[in-house]
């Protein structure tokens, strides 16, 4: 799965236990997580691409130029300490996370601060009225992501689109529904469902509450097991 800070907030152990590996990132872009993939060469069966943002960034080319340093790169097979995952602020806040965090429990019982909320929704709103060509380069955007996606298609990859949940309102507006339209007249890729919004709840907008997440993690496994068995 790539995809934003958006897709970031589904259930990891859900969708693993699915066969499925969320490589979405908070500040991220499905064009970075392509690249990863392509440059690590480990090529997957399956491709889900969030949809969402997907006109509004590029590759991270700084990220993957650390990421992917020559000497860095093949060192970390063989040096653990240098992989992300053992590095000892990424250790201590596993730690945190897992041992010292709020229950499920808890974090399904969080509701959202409806200030923070109205004030998100006002940047949203006027940002999801606007055309889609109001997008500086979406256009080449759009071409550079034609090309990264034939690139795993030629490799029998197959490739699937979904979209995350947002706030009802925002799903009514004209850059989304241009969005989509945009996509499905480009790519003959198949789509997931695409999701009832007003079922979700989100703390800004477009960034699902925990138990909305929890909810929306379910239904996507569901569909994905019946798309692609």
């Given at each position: 799965m790539l995809g934003s800070s958006l897709a970031a907030r589904l259930d990891k152990d859900l969708l693993e236990s699915a066969g499925i590996y969320n490589l979405a990132f908070a500040g991220g872009s499905v064009q970075s997580g392509l690249e990863?993939?392509?440059?690590?060469?480990?090529?997957?069966q399956i491709l889900y691409i969030e949809t969402n943002v997907l006109f509004e960034r590029d590759a991270d080319s700084a990220m993957l130029g650390i990421l992917f340093d020559p000497l860095l790169f093949k060192a970390r097979y063989y040096l653990p300490a240098l992989q992300e995952k053992y590095q000892p602020l990424n250790v201590f806040a596993s730690f945190i996370k897992r041992f010292g965090g709020k229950s499920d429990e808890e974090k399904r019982a969080i509701k959202r601060d409806e200030k923070i909320y109205n004030l998100s929704m006002e940047g949203f709103l006027k940002r999801y009225q606007q055309p889609l060509a109001s997008l500086p380069n979406y256009q080449n955007r759009l071409d550079s992501l034609q090309k990264?996606?034939?690139y795993f298609e030629n490799k029998g990859v197959k490739i699937i689109f979904f979209t995350m949940p947002i706030d009802p309102l925002l799903a009514k507006q004209p850059r989304f529904i241009e969005e989509n339209t945009l996509l499905k007249q480009t790519f003959s890729y198949p789509f997931l469902p695409m999701p009832k919004h007003s079922e979700y709840e989100t703390t800004d907008g477009i960034r699902l509450l925990y138990e909305s997440s929890e909810r929306f993690s379910?239904?996507?496994?569901?569909?994905a097991q019946q798309i692609a068995p």
């Open positions: 990863i993939i392509k440059r690590s060469n480990k090529i997957p990264q996606l034939q379910k239904e996507f496994v569901k569909n």
